[in-house]
């Protein structure tokens, strides 16, 4: 529990800060974790932003719950009788977050359409969990703001 992907490390280890088809993904021990075997996305994806979660939620004006990744995270987890001792950096599949040359950031409306994918091999055990981001509030889920439906297939060894 106390080795996990990171994008901390992936980042310096691949050169950039949007992983590609090719591309080792890297453990906080600089160790190979997943492999990105396939995309048929634009490539767009993200490393810099955390997980939301209650907090976030709060500076974006909520005054309730509201449903979050790292939430999510904890309670696929749980199922699997596992704590985490931390909520990792997630690696934000098809998340378009424009980096402007001053270094400003913005949340984009996705540059991936439905039907997109991607292939990711497991090189070490490993758990893998996938949040469908519930992002209302900011256009990273589209225009409309809302909550897109994510599927996932768990392949056998090739």
Partial sequence: MREFMSMEHLRPTI???RPTAGHKLVTNRRRPILLFEEDTSPGVHDTLMAACDNYRYGLLGCTHYHDNCTDNLFAGMAR???TPPECPS???LWMNIPVHPD???EWG???SKPGDYVVLRAVM???VAMSACPQDILPINGQNLNPTVAHYMVLDAA
């Fill in 15 to 17: 050169g950039t800060i």
């Fill in 80 to 82: 699997l009788g596992l």
């Fill in 90 to 92: 997630p690696l934000n």
């Fill in 103 to 105: 270094g400003a950031t």
């Fill in 109 to 111: 409306v996705p540059a």
């Fill in 125 to 127: 055990d490993c758990v």
